[in-house]
């Protein structure tokens, strides 16, 4: 049975469609591209609440959730004293901080964790393992700082983006902690900086920028490869509709002569 469609023409149809999906393509990608990459924020009294400030709170609270610990475990087996001193100090500034987040969080309505994830609850291991007081003094004041430069950037990032009200007092105030509990270490003498990740080049603005570079550069070549696929089909309609037209005159009248049909 013949298809109603058939030949050239079904060939055009799946080019159509497949330009039709490619134009569809390029008008979801940038609400793909936003909607990965921050969820709808929730509306609050204070302000949107999106994903980074969510992330934020339970930042701060997992951060109480082993430094106060780890300082608890600093001042029964250091013998150093600024290693001891520092021990007191992120008990009670976490304790304080930890307050302040629980408060920010039932504003909120922010679930909050109950304890430490699973890369600090192994820091907490490794303090505890420690053969000697200094070898726990080198742990402790590398592991505290890695853990201390990572969370700044988090808390930066929220600082400066944040559209909730809430979240950005929270943010000065754990940006405060931070950079004091951060300086805190380095002045004990015992961070070995080449352990320290060095700070990529390059905002996470143009990040972002690169990757939709990346993806617009995806769709620009696939509606390049059916354009072409289109130009190379219209040419071959022509040469098909050349191939089936009937002969000139002149030539006809010598097949005919000759005794044969083309
Ligand atoms: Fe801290």
Do not use: C, Y
């Not at 013998?79 to 307050?99: C, E, W, Y």
């Amino acid at each position: 049975m013949r298809s109603i469609v058939s030949g050239p023409r079904r060939v055009l149809a799946a080019v159509a469609a497949v330009l039709l999906l490619a134009v569809v393509a390029v008008g979801l990608v940038p609400t793909i591209l936003v909607e990965s990459r921050n969820p709808e924020p929730r509306p609050t009294e204070w302000g949107p609440l999106g994903a980074a400030d969510v992330e934020l709170l339970r930042a701060a609270r997992r951060a109480g959730l082993w430094e106060g610990p780890a300082g608890e475990i600093a001042r029964e087996v250091s013998r150093n004293p600024k290693i001891q001193a520092l021990g007191m100090t992120l008990m009670v500034d976490h304790g304080q901080l930890d307050v302040a987040v629980r408060q920010s969080a039932a504003k909120l309505r922010v679930p909050l964790p109950d304890e430490p994830n699973e890369s600090q609850q192994g820091w907490l291991a490794e303090l505890r393992a420690a053969g000697s007081p200094e070898e726990f003094d080198q742990i402790f004041a590398n592991r505290l700082r890695q853990a201390h430069g990572s969370v700044l950037v988090t808390i930066a990032q929220v600082r400066g983006g944040s559209r909730n009200a809430e979240v950005r007092d929270l943010a000065s105030i754990a940006n405060q902690a931070v950079l004091r509990h951060q300086n805190l270490l380095e002045k004990t003498g015992l961070v070995d900086f080449t352990t320290i990740a060095e700070p990529l080049a390059g905002t996470s603005f143009d990040t972002e920028l690169r990757a939709d570079a990346r993806v617009f550069a995806l769709v620009g070549l696939l509606v390049f490869a059916e354009s072409a696929l289109v130009v190379l089909l219209i040419a071959w309609l022509r040469r098909s509709r050349g191939k089936a037209a009937p002969p000139a005159v002149g030539s006809f009248a010598v097949n005919e002569m000759e005794g044969t049909r083309t």
